[in-house]
């Protein structure tokens, strides 16, 4: 059976289990995997049913009793290069319980993990496990690996897989199924800042006012300033990479995508003050205050320059910094004409008759810790528009085409045979 006749019936076989795929990812999304506190248990223990019911070896490894990942691969018979198909099983957390509840409403499914990224992460494990019958046909090794902790910057997930397994997940290439919409290829992301900034005084009446300092005025001055000096500023970025984003094909499927303005806010920098936490009662001078903050950096130099003025920043306000270390890290890329991308271009294509034109990642993702290594990674996953939100939500079509996708690319990337310098 050639790649082809592969890709036609294994997309048949998920056409008439499509009932069967709803349910499972229903039930999937029904497991609370909040993040925080980020106890994926449940999620892993219904991971590992998933690949016990396909006969898969599996090992579970976890810097954290409460944060599993899980390790599988198979190999073909014939020598080929090494696949990893990568997604995480925590959440955003939720304000709305009904989000647990991960009902059916009219063409899509509303639940917490629908957008990020359990739809993702479900089509890369039944895409590991319905093509494990067929490893025949195949050439080289397909790794899965599924995480935790990646909503808090993967220090628990896939950074220690990468810390203390790196030899049996790097691989030639990763596919991520995060939030990407179908449609384009995420080639980009930006590299993000992320840290809070403190004011403390010894409080008193407020009407007396001439007695202490106010630390929520200081840190509302802070974090205007924040706003003023970098929010929505243009980044400074290599001239080749701002030609792919200004390319007319590249900002209309970002806007289209990702909501209109997005191709101009991947070449700016973003501030986002997400908590302002301090005072009890209005009439009193607060003790302390606190703002923790989300800048998001393009590609290039602009990263390192901002982290180098946060510290006068904050002294400026009478403010003590704190970066957090697990979740500011540099942008990462791929090339956008790489043969992993133009796989999935060619897919999308043939699947969903769309042109998908290079975007750049409004968000983070695991994908990076491979991109950083020089391994090219690409995105496969459902729209992100919902996620994180009380209306987050994947349509039914597209969950099954996500799936399909998944396994067409995994099928054509496993079907060129390693020469003697590439055998894994």
């Known amino acids: 059976m050639t790649a082809a006749g592969l890709k036609a019936a294994l997309c048949r076989h998920i056409d008439a289990r499509r009932d069967d795929v709803i349910a499972l990812l229903q039930d999937f999304l029904r497991i609370r995997s909040a993040n925080p506190p980020g106890d994926t248990r449940e999620a892993a223990d219904f991971v590992r049913g998933i690949l016990d019911r396909f006969g898969l070896e599996h090992r579970t490894v976890a810097a954290r009793e409460d944060m599993p990942n899980i390790i599988s691969c198979w190999h073909a018979p014939y020598v080929g290069r090494h696949l990893v ?71 628990y997930g896939t950074r220690f897989l990468f810390d203390n397994h790196a030899d049996e997940i790097a691989g030639d290439a990763c596919l991520n199924g995060e939030p990407s919409g179908l449609g384009n290829i995420r080639f980009l992301e930006k590299g993000t800042l992320r840290f809070a900034l403190s004011a403390t005084g010894p409080g008193g009446h407020g009407g007396y006012p001439h007695r ?110 704190a970066i957090n270390e697990d979740h500011s890290y540099p942008a990462s890329g791929t090339e956008p004409d790489g043969e992993l991308a133009l796989i999935l271009r060619d897919n999308m294509k043939a699947l969903l008759g769309v ?70």
Request: glycine share 10%; charged share 20%; hydrophobic share 40%.
């Open 212 to 321: 202490a300092n106010n630390p929520i005025r200081q840190i509302v001055g802070a974090t205007q300033a924040l706003y003023d000096r970098y929010h929505l500023r243009f980044a400074e970025m290599p001239e080749e990479i701002v030609a792919i984003l200004r390319d007319p094909a590249s900002i209309a499927a970002a806007d289209a995508i990702l909501g209109q303005g997005a191709a101009d806010n991947a070449l700016r920098i973003t501030v986002n003050a997400g908590i302002i936490e301090g005072g009890r009662k209005a009439t009193q001078i607060p003790t302390a205050c606190t703002v923790h903050v989300d800048i998001r950096v393009p590609y290039g130099p602009d990263l390192d320059r901002v982290r180098a003025e946060l510290p006068g920043l904050a002294e400026e306000f009478g403010c003590t910094l």
């Open 355 to 424: 042109d998908a034109p290079p975007v750049c990642s409004l968000g983070g993702t695991d994908a990076r810790y491979w991109r950083w290594r020089g391994i090219p990674a690409v995105i496969c996953g459902p729209s992100p528009l919902s996620m994180g939100t009380d209306d987050e939500h994947v349509t039914l079509d597209e969950a099954i085409n996500v799936l399909k996708l998944q396994a067409m690319c995994v099928i054509d990337y496993l079907s060129v045979q390693a020469g003697p310098s590439e055998a894994t």
């Open 85 to 155: 198909l990568n997604g995480h099983m925590d959440v955003f957390p939720v304000s709305d319980d009904r989000l647990w509840a991960a009902e059916i409403e009219g063409d899509r499914i509303v639940a917490r993990g629908a957008s990020d990224m359990k739809t993702g992460t479900l089509a890369s494990i039944l895409t590991y496990g319905l093509l494990y019958p067929y490893r025949d046909r195949l050439f080289g090794k397909l790794t899965l690996t599924v995480v935790s902790d990646e909503q808090s910057g993967g220090r």
